[in-house]
């Protein structure tokens, strides 16, 4: 309870009882606020305004009931206790004021029991109100599984639909002879990248984190901006600016995600007649007084990530419990948003700050530590000789537009590419024209499974190299793959360059042999 005390409204058209029962009370050193009502038209304003933590009242009085009360209650609260204190109260109108939502009632002829039934109302609604969210916030999180498991499905149609953008972007750019075309081919490319980082960033998002990896700041901001797309009103101004947007560091893209999606959502709620709010990085130096108690430093920069807001704010008092399990300071809030924040920046050992001026906005910082990453920041950029040399490669991939695509893109770079699309006419090709030089294969395809199909390829005396391309959020497992000497794991989807640069590297490897 606050420290003002317990909020008590009393029902009762008698002052002197009412003065007894508060009486009992204050025997007790119980802290509480007091109002006084008699009529339904004041018990309505007062559950409004006074928003009491417990209702005591008499049974009968001129123009208005207990019964009636405990009626408009439970219209408006399940959990609010009601008590009845009554002179007049007989056993069976007792049980049946049980019944109909009373919490207990008391005898004024013996308040002794007052005190205790008290606390004892005042506790078990905790405990109520506690069961209430924590069985919202399982039927939440059952319904993002079933939205995870939704997305999972969706998401490799959308794929599939998407995937031949980026081929046929590619290969109406290699026409630099025909200046509409080349431009043709980078809007078709353009759109097609876009619609799959959009169907990526709902796709991680619904299904949760997966491992630690190399988090790129302008991959992290541009995924939020997509995300953030329809629910920003047109009075919120955002701006999401970093001030290095190649910078990376070791992470967990989705929750980091997650995180920033939560602090803008909840930023753009405490602006509800609009203002501006503010996304931006920065990299800084951290002085050890800067760290509390049982917070770690590490020797290296932060990076640190604001976000900042020009709506209502937070007084102390919001502020010293923004982080307690199950706060929250909206009705249809379930107070662990925050703390999932603090969790994952905690599980990237960095530290969260809070600045909020009540009237003039909040500003949220996340400090996470920056490892040297060294010569990993080249990524073997060097550039690689993409073209082929005449090598036989066998493209086995079930969706006919893909496998019309894949085809194209490789005779254009100087590869002899055959197309099949089913394990079986695989097999078939390489018994009527003997082994190529290199498979390409999707890890997807229904009838023969790429993990069958490569199996019966080695049957068949298959051991060059094989490129598969497969799901990054429904890779194969890798136990069943069959022992392949040089096996080439690629997330889908892949671009032409990324594509030629693998086969170029499994040419080689194969080679070296």
Request: contains cysteine; hydrophobic residues 40%.
């Amino acid at each position: 309870m606050p420290d003002s005390g317990i909020r008590i409204l009393q029902i009762e058209d008698s002052k002197l009882d009412a003065e007894l029962v508060l009486s009992e009370l204050d025997a007790d050193a119980m802290v509480y606020q007091a109002r006084l009502v008699d009529d339904e038209t004041s018990f309505l304003r007062e559950l409004e305004d006074f928003l009491p933590h417990i209702v005591l009242s008499d049974l009968s009085m001129p123009g208005f009931s207990g019964q009636r009360a405990l009626e408009l209650l439970r219209e408006r609260d399940q959990d609010l206790p009601f008590i009845f204190i009554s002179a007049t109260l007989g056993e069976e109108a007792a049980i049946e004021a049980l019944r109909n939502g009373a919490t207990d009632y008391i005898l004024k002829q013996n308040p002794a029991r007052l005190v205790s039934a008290v606390r004892r109302a005042l506790r078990e609604a905790d405990a109520q109100r506690a069961r209430r969210r924590a069985e919202a916030e399982l039927i939440r999180a059952q319904r993002f599984e079933s939205l995870a498991m939704l997305a999972g499905g969706l998401s490799h149609d959308l794929r599939n639909l998407l995937q031949p953008l980026l081929l046929a972007g590619d290969s109406l750019q290699d026409y630099q002879d025909d200046p509409r075309l080349a431009r043709l081919g980078k809007l078709v490319r353009d759109c097609g990248k876009r619609g799959l980082d959009m169907v990526q960033s709902m796709l991680s998002f619904a299904r949760g984190a997966r491992r630690a990896e190399q988090v790129r700041i302008g991959a992290l901001l541009d995924a939020l901006r997509l995300l953030l797309q329809g629910s920003v009103p047109k009075s919120v101004e955002l701006d999401i600016v970093a001030d290095d947007e190649q910078l990376t560091f070791e992470g967990n893209h989705t929750e980091l995600q997650q995180c920033l999606l939560n602090l803008c959502l909840n930023a753009i709620q405490a602006m509800p007649y609009g203002g501006q709010m503010r996304v931006e990085t920065a990299q800084v130096s951290l002085p050890p007084e800067f760290f509390m108690d049982g917070e770690e430093s590490v020797a290296s920069p932060y990076l640190r990530i604001t976000v900042s807001d020009t709506g209502l704010g937070m007084d102390e008092e919001v502020l010293g419990r923004l982080f307690e399990p199950f706060f929250t300071t909206k009705e249809t809030g379930t107070g662990l948003g925050l703390l999932s924040c603090k969790r994952i920046v905690a599980s990237h050992g960095g530290v969260m700050r809070v600045q909020s001026t009540p009237g003039k906005g909040t500003f949220f910082s996340l400090y996470l530590p920056l490892a040297d990453s060294g010569s990993d920041a080249s990524e073997r950029d060097e550039e690689l000789g993409l073209q082929g040399n005449a090598e036989r490669v066998l493209v086995v991939v079930e969706e006919a537009a893909q496998l019309s695509l894949l085809s194209d893109t490789l005779d254009a770079w100087g590869y002899q590419a055959h197309a099949s699309q089913s394990g079986t006419a695989a097999l078939q090709w390489i018994e009527a024209h003997g082994v190529p030089d290199l498979v390409v294969m999707d890890a997807d395809m229904n009838l023969f499974t790429g993990v069958r199909t490569l199996a019966a390829l080695i049957e068949h005396g298959y051991n060059h190299g094989v490129v598969l391309l497969a799901r990054p959020d429904h890779p194969p497992d890798m136990a069943e793959l069959p022992t392949l000497e040089h096996l080439f794991l690629v997330d889908k989807p892949i671009s032409s360059r990324r594509l030629l640069k693998v086969l170029r590297e499994a040419i080689r490897a194969a080679h070296r042999d």
